[in-house]
């Protein structure tokens, strides 16, 4: 595989030192298995520091960007660019998915395509960057593809929940209240779907990769249909 990575190199804009990193990045936790080698042989403990390297280096942007603006703002503006959906979107950039490993099942399936995968190789990608590079190679990689994104972000600098209970709060109603009503998939990749009731209201379920996550999407699926945010940007009115 490794004589097939020097275009990818190129996008990447690194060449790596130690190959073995990147092969790991790109490789699924199906084509371990069907290989029958090592948990450790999949991106998954690339992707863990991937996501804080990600982190660390748009943390720093942001405070070089927007010296003025407060902790909240920085961190909504952090959360929404390091989210899942963000790395998968920067992968479909630079065609990530031409390379990664599957196993039959995940490429019959089309796991080449799917956003949860995609992101999780983009950070774990990031990740072999750093370790291969040194922060300075990853930061690039990140700069690269994400300071355009950090510019022109125009969503609600309030997270969704906040916003919910302030709105229900300015009705006169008791807080929202958020349950668990199903939890599925694998320990290191779960997936989560909550239910939100507000009194008077119809009970609302988002989902997502963690329970927060899975609370922010319904909360702003509440937003959406009540018109306080727009289905669009999630700009407030």
């Given at each position: 595989?490794?004589?097939?990575?020097?275009?990818?190199?190129l996008r990447l804009g690194h060449r790596f030192a130690v190959i073995d990193l990147l092969e790991r990045a790109l490789t699924h936790a199906s084509a371990v298995a069907e290989a029958h080698?090592?948990?450790a042989a999949s991106y998954q403990r690339l992707e863990f520091l991937g996501d804080r390297v990600l982190?660390?280096?748009?943390?720093?942007?942001?405070?070089?960007?927007?010296?003025?603006?407060?902790?909240?703002?920085?961190?909504?503006?952090?959360?929404?660019?390091?989210?899942?959906?963000?790395?998968?979107?920067?992968a479909l950039e630079?065609?990530?998915?031409?390379?990664i490993r599957l196993g039959g099942g995940e490429i019959q399936s089309g796991g080449r395509k799917k956003a949860a995968i995609l992101?999780?190789?983009?950070?774990?990608?990031?990740?072999?960057?750093?370790?291969?590079?040194?922060?300075?190679a990853a930061r690039d990689f990140i700069a690269a593809h994400?300071?355009?994104r950090m510019l022109?972000?125009?969503?609600?600098?309030?997270?969704?929940?906040?916003?919910?209970?302030?709105?229900?709060?300015?009705?006169?109603?008791a807080a929202p209240t958020y349950e668990i009503v199903e939890r599925s998939g694998p320990d290191h990749a779960p997936s989560f779907?909550?239910?939100?009731?507000?009194?008077?209201?119809?009970?609302?379920?988002?989902?997502?990769?963690?329970?927060?996550?899975?609370?922010q999407k319904a909360a702003t699926a509440v937003l959406v249909a009540q018109g306080v945010w727009r289905p669009e940007t999630h700009d407030t009115h």
């Open positions: 595989m490794s004589s097939g990575l020097a275009p990818l190199e080698l090592g948990h982190a660390l280096v748009i943390a720093d942007m942001l405070i070089a960007a927007f010296p003025d603006a407060e902790e909240g703002e920085l961190a909504r503006r952090l959360t929404a660019l390091v989210r899942n959906e963000s790395c998968a979107e920067v630079i065609g990530l998915g031409n390379w992101g999780d190789v983009c950070e774990a990608v990031i990740g072999a960057l750093y370790l291969d590079g040194g922060l300075s994400w300071q355009a022109n972000w125009s969503g609600p600098l309030r997270d969704a929940k906040t916003t919910l209970q302030e709105w229900v709060q300015g009705r006169g109603l779907r909550v239910a939100v009731t507000i009194d008077g209201m119809p009970t609302v379920v988002g989902a997502g990769r963690s329970k927060r996550e899975a609370e």
